[in-house]
């Protein structure tokens, strides 16, 4: 039997999602002052309808089943609680229409229920490609997908949240909703070889959060894509330089600035972080080697930066970190491509994660894994606290240490740690040490003291492959040190370490 296209496989999903009992709409009203609307198949009497439920909070909204209203200019931004109710309807850019985003929703409660919105592009360099809300959103059987965060200008950042951004208090709840096919914006390229360096690109390909608050329910996050650095500026003398930017981290969800993330019996899965920019030609000088290309973004599926997250029987899979970008060509000898981006399945940088049951799965860094040295196929933490239950951790690739988990102290005084228990690390694959994985430290560890010991307690670590040493558990340098109890670590390749 042939495969499903990845179109055909989406039209079931949605449809899936879609498919729960809608409430029939009621025949359209004559006055649209009242606090509940049954919405014409007209995207103008949209635009109405929101206007009259901001100057009516706790309206609801009633949308044509099955309407697709096709937009040419922005929806009114919604400013005070509603509810809509989109009866398998459709929000969608016309493609001939200036670049907007779907919806914004200043400080309001709004809850959207069994509803697709699609084709939103934010302004330049802007947040939320489908949906940007500083607000209380809930979705319930929503999809949101085919968005863009805003590319940067020369030398701007490209925006965040391609297919929803959370701005600061904001907070979302999506049940039984998918993110789908959405990007984060562009960097900006460099401006020239004497202007500042391209702009990175945005963070969270499906969903970003700044500062707020993020809850999903039997959710799917697939086929994101974080934004991708801006090019370097050619060159013609010796004292220009070529600087790209970095590609976007969290292919599928970025958080950032103390933000509280929590997903529980869903999917994370087939995602990418943004590739580095590519570095600029260098000409007119003899001894010209050509700009090196910009790192790739981390966390292929998830970028964690501060805060609190817990994944509760949810599958993390099949995504990738970002490639490095493509060094330039020079007059004598081109430009080294970028690094690759770290942690394939989950990038954590000083936050705390728990994960409880679940699968991380068949994740990697980069597409190609001889293409640069980036640790934690799985999983990489740093400065963080891991604490992982019950969970199966197999199939993730690095091109560095830890196939499956890499953990790395990057100073003293800074010591990330993790608790696991109870959890299957097998067949995972590094391109240098510790298969299964990875502990390296840097700075002296103080004897018996509080948080600089990880520990692994009845877990199994097996069928694991480095190319470097230890195939099972590597822990190499100072200021580690892992306490193991009761485990099963045998079957690794080279030896088990």
């Not at 014409?40 to 309808?49: H, K, Q, V």
């Not at 228990?421 to 390296?440: D, E, H, P, R, V």
């Amino acid at each position: 039997m042939k495969a499903k296209s990845v179109s055909a496989l989406l039209a079931a999903t949605a449809a899936g999602i879609l498919a729960a009992p809608v409430a029939v709409a009621a025949p359209p009203t004559a006055d649209m002052a009242t606090t509940n609307v049954s919405v014409p198949c007209d995207p103008t009497r949209l635009s109405e309808a929101i206007s009259t439920a901001n100057a009516h909070p706790g309206s609801t909204l009633t949308l044509a089943i099955g309407c697709t209203y096709r937009l040419t200019t922005p929806l009114p931004a919604v400013t005070a609680a509603v509810t809509i109710n989109g009866g398998g309807a459709t929000l969608a850019r016309a493609a001939t229409a200036p670049d907007f985003r779907i919806l914004r929703i200043d400080g309001a409660a709004v809850a959207l229920d069994h509803l697709i919105l699609t084709g939103g592009r934010a302004e330049p360099g802007g947040n939320g490609g489908g949906i940007l809300t500083t607000g209380a959103l809930t979705l319930d059987h929503v999809v949101v997908m085919g968005s863009t965060a805003g590319v940067g200008a020369s030398g701007v950042d490209g925006g965040s949240g391609g297919g929803i951004h959370i701005g600061p208090a904001g907070s979302l709840t999506a049940t039984d909703t998918l993110v789908f096919g959405n990007t984060a914006g562009a960097g900006g390229a460099q401006a020239g070889p004497t202007g500042p360096a391209a702009g990175t690109g945005g963070d969270g390909g499906g969903i970003s959060v700044d500062a707020g608050t993020l809850n999903l329910v039997r959710t799917k996050v697939s086929g994101n894509r974080a934004g991708a650095g801006g090019h370097g500026a050619d060159t013609t003398k010796p004292d220009q330089v070529s600087f790209p930017g970095s590609g976007g981290s969290g292919g599928g969800i970025a958080t950032r600035n103390g933000s509280r993330a929590t997903a529980s019996h869903g999917t994370i899965c087939g995602n990418t972080a943004g590739a580095g920019g590519t570095g600029g030609a260098v000409t007119g000088t003899p001894e010209g080697y050509g700009g090196n290309g910009g790192t790739g973004g981390a966390g292929g599926g998830i970028q964690l930066d501060t805060g609190t997250a817990k994944l509760t029987d949810t599958a993390v899979c099949r995504n990738i970190s970002g490639d490095g970008g493509a060094g330039g060509p020079g007059t004598l000898h081109p430009g080294y491509p970028g690094e690759t981006g770290y942690g394939g399945g989950i990038l954590t940088t000083g936050a705390d994660l728990v994960v409880t049951g679940g699968t991380i799965a068949d994740n990697r860094t980069g597409h190609d894994l001889t293409a640069g040295a980036a640790p934690g196929g799985g999983i990489r933490n740093t400065y963080g606290t891991l604490t992982i239950t019950g969970a199966t951790i197999t199939g993730n690739q690095s091109s560095e240490d830890g196939g499956g988990i890499s953990q790395q102290t990057y100073r003293e005084g800074t010591y990330p740690t993790f608790t696991i228990t109870s959890t299957t690390i097998s067949n995972n694959t590094a391109g240098g040490n510790g298969g299964g994985i990875s502990l390296y430290g840097y700075g002296p560890r103080l004897a018996g003291s509080s948080g600089k010991e990880s520990t692994l307690t009845t877990s199994t670590v097996t069928g694991n492959t480095a190319h470097g040493d230890c195939g099972g558990i590597s822990v190499v340098r100072y200021g580690v040190h892992l306490v193991q109890d009761h485990n099963t670590v045998k079957g690794n390749n080279p030896d088990d370490c």
